[in-house]
Each structure stands twice: as structure tokens, then as C-alpha cells.
């Protein structure tokens, strides 16, 4: 039984993923924004009022967790916005900040306030999205989106790097997708973020520490920068 430590785990992919781990006997801490009752009634330990846009709460979680002795095996950065479909001569830069500030910095935040949590031969897995792929961009729009989630695969690559000099791991990881509050009302074909979280744990479980950084879909499928 490893320990796996998943934000934004109170709802939509966050939520599958935790519950996914659970489920199969790991030991889950499970961050969330809010709070989530449900999981606490199920068994997991349920981190509240953790935003990933600060700092002094992740130090204070990496301190409570230093207390008990807790190493985290494999620590999945899910926290995550999609607010707008922004276009050209309507961009709201405030928003395009807030987007950043989350998708982007929020995965650096998480991991550099639990490093000294992470186990010897830990695994970090960010979750980004396609839409933050240069190689995949034909319709342009979404640029608060595109933006921050290139940006996410960038700290990940830095991250990668960084890590592996402590003999830890980083993959960045697209989920697919997936049918939750961000993607209402939009068009397409949606999978359940059951199945969604089922792939990513997948790709978490292969990630080993000699493997080059790397983009892939929760299917498999490697993906461009």
C-alpha cells in the first residue's frame, strides 16, 4: 500500500482519482478548496481549505505531514480552472492570470511546499491538458487555457529535472476529455472522470524513474510539446 496525496479531490477528476486509489487499497490524502464529507465518511484523509494559489497553506500541510512521519509515494497535482473560450480582442487578462496562477504555478506551489514530503523514489504527476500542446494547436482561442497549461508542461519539465537528481519522477498527463462542471456546456465526446481517473493511475503506475519527461494521454498515447 503506497500514499498518495491528490488536490482539488472533491470534485470531478480529483474526486475519481482519490476514490479510484481508495478503492484499489492505497492510503489517500485527499486536498481539497472546500471540504469534502464524503470522503472523510469513506476512510480518507481529507485535507480542507487548501488553495493551491497559496503558498502558507501548503507549507502548513508539508508541516503537518512532516509531524506524523508521512512520506507521500506518489503525489498527483490535479488542481486545475477552465473558465473561459476567450478569443482575440476580447481577452480578459485578469482572468488569463487567474488561469496561470492555478494551472500553471499551482503545480509548482503543491510540489515545491511537499518536497521534503515526497518518499525516496517518489512519483509526481501533473495533470495538464492537450490544449496546453504547441505541436496539437489548429483552432487557436482559449489562450487563458493554452497558455497556463503550456506553461504547466514547462514547470514539469523543470520539475522532471530538478527531481530526478533525488531520485523522484515527474509525468505530465492530459486526462482526456472529461465530462465535469469545466466542460459544461461544452460540445464533443466525454468520458466518465471514472474513466479518466482509470487511465491516469495507469500511467502513474508505468512511470518509471529512467524514463525520459514526458506528455501522455490517460490512454496511452504520447503527445507533442
Not at 82 to 91: K, P, S, Y
Not at 123 to 148: D, Q
Request: glycine share 10%; charged share 25%.
Amino acid at each position: 500500500m503506497g500514499v498518495y496525496l491528490v488536490t482539488g479531490a472533491e470534485k470531478g477528476i480529483g474526486r475519481a482519482l482519490a476514490l479510484n486509489l481508495h478503492e484499489r487499497g492505497e492510503s489517500v490524502i485527499a486536498v481539497c478548496l472546500n471540504d469534502s464529507d464524503e470522503l472523510r465518511q469513506m476512510g480518507l484523509q481529507v485535507e480542507p481549505n487548501i488553495d493551491v494559489t497559496r503558498s502558507a497553506p501548503l507549507r502548513a500541510l508539508a508541516e503537518r505531514l512532516g509531524a506524523a512521519g508521512t512520506k507521500i509515494d506518489v503525489l498527483i497535482s490535479n488542481a486545475g480552472i477552465f473558465r473561459v473560450v476567450d478569443t482575440l480582442g476580447e481577452i480578459d487578462y485578469e482572468e488569463m492570470r487567474a488561469h496561470f496562477e492555478i494551472n500553471a504555478l499551482g503545480h509548482l506551489r503543491v510540489t515545491e511546499a511537499l518536497m521534503e514530503c515526497l518518499s525516496e523514489n517518489a512519483k509526481v504527476g501533473l495533470i495538464t491538458s492537450r490544449f496546453g500542446s504547441l505541436g496539437e494547436n489548429s483552432s487557436g482561442r482559449c489562450y487563458a487555457y493554452r497558455v497556463s497549461k503550456a506553461a504547466a508542461n514547462m514547470v514539469g519539465i523543470n520539475l522532471w529535472h530538478d527531481l530526478k537528481k533525488r531520485g523522484q519522477t515527474v509525468v505530465m498527463l492530459h486526462p482526456g476529455m472529461v465530462a465535469t462542471d469545466m466542460s459544461a456546456g461544452s460540445t464533443g465526446d466525454f468520458i466518465q472522470p471514472e474513466e479518466a481517473a482509470a487511465g491516469l493511475v495507469r500511467q502513474l503506475d508505468a512511470a518509471k524513474l529512467e524514463d525520459q519527461p514526458e506528455f501522455r494521454h490517460a490512454n496511452d498515447q504520447l503527445l507533442p510539446w
